[in-house]
């Protein structure tokens, strides 16, 4: 506990009435919950117990001493009802207030310049966490939508493609037909008269014959070896 108390006694934070938060806090802080900072009043009547404000990572607690320090009081207010903090640096310390969405003001003076400005950063950081974590949500949301749409505009892209793809091959056999029945005319044309350039082509048209599957390997390979011996 000594070792937890001295982690806040870094801007001349009261002693005791640290050990007072501190044992108190350990029953009502939630899961996960972490304290961030805590800064103490330093009012000018030394028979008056301060009050102090914590800075956790999910609200800030208001503690107010009771009964000459026999009990103590505990409001919180959780970030994201928190709207904006403010901190107004006076004479006698200064006075950290901030407001909630619901239009309420809470404010404590006397605390320590150094340790207002302590908690009023810490506030800000707390707030600028919550506010990326909201917007960074909302986008999220709407991307996810996005991608969606896209993925469905891909998988209709493909699907058309594939359509095309089946309306294609016919006109490819098609095409591919006439080729044969050509080179069936130009070989009744004597192979031998014809020139280098056209051996080459006519062997070109074969090959792309047998790419798609219209002639077999074995006639590829027979007209090949009869372009070849007049090449």
């Known amino acids: 506990m000594k070792e937890q108390i001295k982690k806040f006694l870094n801007e001349e934070q ?3 009435a640290i050990e007072k938060v501190t044992s108190k806090l350990q029953d009502i802080l939630m899961k996960n919950e972490e304290v961030g900072y805590i800064a103490v009043q330093k009012k000018p009547a030394l028979t008056v117990l301060p009050d102090s404000i914590v800075m956790t990572n999910k609200r800030i607690i208001i503690c107010q001493p009771k009964n000459l320090g026999l009990s103590m009081n505990f409001i919180d207010y959780t970030w994201d009802d928190i709207e904006g903090t403010f901190v107004k640096e006076n004479i006698l310390g200064s006075e950290f207030s901030f407001s909630t969405k619901t239009d309420m003001q809470v404010s404590i003076d006397y605390i320590p310049k150094i340790q207002a400005r302590k908690i ?3 506030a800000k950081e707390q707030l600028d966490i919550l506010k990326n974590g909201a917007a960074q949500s909302v986008i999220t949301e709407e991307i996810a939508p996005t991608l ?3 993925s469905e505009l891909i998988e209709e892209m493909e699907t058309e493609e594939v359509t095309d793809f089946a ?3 016919p006109v490819v056999s098609n095409y591919a037909e006439p080729v044969v029945d ?6 009744e044309k004597k192979t031998s008269e014809l020139t280098q350039d056209e051996l080459f082509a006519k062997l070109q048209n074969y090959k792309k014959l047998l790419d798609n599957g219209l002639i077999l390997q074995g006639e590829y390979d027979a007209f090949k070896k009869e372009i070849l011996s007049y090449m």
Do not use: G, H, L, V
Not at 182 to 187: E, M, V
């Open 148 to 150: 969606i749409q896209e």
């Open 167 to 169: 309306e294609i091959m």
């Open 120 to 122: 009023f950063t810490y």
């Open 182 to 187: 050509n080179t069936s005319a130009s070989t």
């Open 14 to 16: 009261d002693p005791k």
